[in-house]
Structure formats: C-alpha cells, structure tokens
C-alpha cells in the first residue's frame, strides 16, 4: 500500500520534471493542476495517515519536493513566457497602417468667453481669485447682506447639500468677495470668475448652471465715477469701440447705489428679442459701490476704505458673440455644436 502510494508521488514529480509548458495558456494549466486550489499534490499530503510511522518523514520530504519542484518550475517559465508574448504581441503590429485619427478638440465657447473677460481685466491690475462651488450659508448670504429673513432670498433659491443645511452650491460669484475680503486688506483688486447655481426651470434663456464674473475693487477713495469708466473700458473691449453702456438704478443687498448695466449692441440687434427683448439693449450685469455692512462683515474698516463691485453673466455675453440662440446648447455636450468653435481664441 504504501509503496504504491510513493510511486504515485514519483510519478507526479517525474511529470512535473518533464513538463515543458510552451505558451502561457500551457503554464495557466500547469499552475491550475500543480499549484492551484484544487491540485494534485495536496491530496498527498493527507496520505501520510496510511504511512508506516518510520516512513512518514521520507514520504512527506517527498511530497514536499514534488511541490517545490512545481513552484519553481512555473517561477522560472513565467517571466520567459511573458516576455515571448509580448514580442509576439508587437511583431503582431502592422507598422505600415494608418494612425488612428486623432480628434482636436476645441474650447468650450464659455471658456472662450471667459477667458476675454479674464484678459481684459488684467489688462488693468486685476487679478483672478478662484474659490468653491460648495460655499456655506455664510459667505452667500449672510456676509452679502442678505440675512435668513431677507425677501432677496427668494431669487435665489438654490440646492442644499444633504449633509449640512448650512452648505449650498452657490447662487453667485460674489461670496468671492467676502473670502477675499476677509483675508486680503487693501488695496483689493479682484475678479472671480466661476460656475453658479440656481433652482431655476431651464429654457432658452436660463439654466440651473451658468456661469459669472464677480469683480471688487476696494481702496481709499474708490467712487462711482471709476466704477462706471471701468465698465465702459470693459464693454469696448469686449464688444468693439463703439460699444454704449447705459446704467439703470436697481437694488442689491450687498451694494448702495446699485445698478443694472447693458451693453447696446447695435441697430441691427433692436429686431432680435431673444437677446434685447426687441430694445438693442443686452443685460449683461449688476453693480454698485459695495455696501459700507458688507466691508463691515468682512472686517474692513467702512470709514477709510470704499469699493466697488459688479457681477457680470457669462453666457449671455457667449451668446451674442457667437451668434447662439439658445443657452441649452452650452450643456448638452453636443460635439458638432461644441466643434464649430474651435477657431475661436
Ligand atoms: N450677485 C448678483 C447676482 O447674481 C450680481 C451682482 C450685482 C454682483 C451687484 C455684484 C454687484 O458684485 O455689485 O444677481
């Protein structure tokens, strides 16, 4: 019995032994017989019960060998195998093919947009000051002047994070303001430019994401007067230099004048009322002279320092320099949209 049960031993070492697996399939099959979870070997391993006492060591030395024998084996193939694969695999490859064509892509004509804006307010000292999407109730409202019971809050509704009610995504750029505010002293002279939020019904004309321009420009001595050759500067060179802006008064929380600006466009623009409503006049922004609370808020003294601020849309500006009619267009991810700007810097 037990003499049988060693030559089934020897056996399987001599096919170990002689086992020349050529190809990494042959090894897999190796592995799994030899080595894997339900191998030959191990079954010998329990043998030992039948074996006459003085044998057990010579027998177990034996099945141990027999297993050695596999793992070096397969150890000492692999690398080889994979290596004759991979030539193999390159040699596979027809160097005299065509390449795959390899797609250009283009800038989102948001981006481009932006990216005027963002050039021409450099042009004159301003500097770009990037913050999150996700702000607190803080820094949205609070600071801006628009406390819990404040009706503003009513224009902008927004999405709440279900973590915390205290977290939003933000419904403008000018949170911005108070988070440079609150770390930077003057002399302040920003623009934050960045995707917003709202709970809005999306139609031609507005979305739940767009994007803004929030600028600030806090110092001794900052007046209206700058505030509006600022925008005018902006809208020639953005528009052309026979842009006209007109200001129209209105009310912001966190500004005291405040105001709306428009850019006229043209003539030729009175007949579009998807972009004017039939007047020539685009709405590209809110502004005013930032409110003496709001610098309180941030811990700037009201008494020395005055400001500036204004919040400019984005994709209404897109729109009209790039003759779209409708914002959807933005946000579908549509590439044969999307292509037609790539041209554009
Ligand atoms: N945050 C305002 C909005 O989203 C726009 C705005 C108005 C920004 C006046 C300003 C400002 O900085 O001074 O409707």
Request: glycine share 6%.
């Amino acid at each position: 019995m037990s003499a049988e049960t060693f030559d089934k031993v020897k056996q399987i070492k001599a096919d170990i032994e002689a086992a020349q697996p050529d190809s990494l399939e042959a090894l897999e099959q190796f592995r799994i017989k030899y080595l894997g979870s339900k191998n030959v070997i191990k079954p010998l391993f329990g043998e030992i019960r039948n074996i006459a006492n003085e044998q057990k060591k010579e027998y177990g030395q034996l099945v141990n060998s027999a297993k050695e024998a596999a793992e070096a084996k397969y150890e000492s193939l692999k690398a080889g195998l994979e290596a004759a694969a991979e030539q193999a695999a390159v040699q596979d490859i027809d160097l005299t093919a065509p390449g795959e064509p390899l797609e250009l892509g283009a800038r989102h004509p948001v981006t481009i947009t932006l990216n005027r804006i963002i050039r021409i307010f450099e042009r004159i000292g301003f500097v770009v000051a990037d913050d999150r999407e996700i702000e607190d109730d803080w820094h949205n409202f609070t600071a801006m002047n628009t406390p819990e019971d404040h009706p503003a809050r009513d224009m902008q509704d927004t999405f709440y994070l279900r973590e915390s009610t205290e977290l939003l995504l933000r419904t403008h750029t000018s949170p911005v303001q108070a988070r440079v505010m609150t770390r930077q002293k003057p002399p302040i002279r920003v623009i934050a430019p960045g995707r917003v939020y709202r709970n809005e019904t999306i139609s031609a004309r507005s979305h739940c994401q767009f994007h803004q321009v929030e600028g600030l420009y806090v110092d001794e001595g900052v007046s209206f007067a700058d505030l509006k050759q600022t925008l005018l500067y902006f809208a020639r060179e953005m528009f052309g230099p026979d842009a006209k802006i007109r200001l129209r008064p209105s009310y912001f929380p966190f500004t005291e004048p405040s105001a709306e600006m428009d850019v006229y466009l043209g003539a030729e623009t009175e007949k579009d009322y998807r972009l004017t409503k039939g007047t020539g006049w685009l709405e590209i922004l809110g502004c005013g002279m930032v409110d003496p609370a709001v610098l309180e808020n941030c811990g700037i003294d009201s008494e020395k320092y005055t400001g500036f601020a204004f919040g400019m849309g984005i994709e209404r500006q897109a729109l009209r320099l790039f003759d779209i009619g409708d914002i959807r267009l933005f946000f579908e991810n549509d590439v044969r949209f999307l292509k037609q700007f790539a041209s554009a810097l």
